[in-house]
């Protein structure tokens, strides 16, 4: 049990940061998305 903890502690803290980033970009894409939606529905809503 001690030794999978140990593997999974060893885990977190060498592919933490790279988890984290893949997030950070993740949330970046998120927000990219809801400006592009946003300023479609701008779009749109002009040429009405």
Partial sequence: MM???QA???S???DGP?????FKGSD???LIASNINENSFK?????K
């Fill in 3 to 5: 030794a999978e903890a």
């Fill in 8 to 10: 999974v502690r060893r």
């Fill in 12 to 14: 977190l803290t060498e």
């Fill in 18 to 22: 790279l988890i984290n980033s893949v």
């Fill in 28 to 30: 970046n894409l998120n």
């Fill in 43 to 47: 779009v749109k809503e002009d040429m």
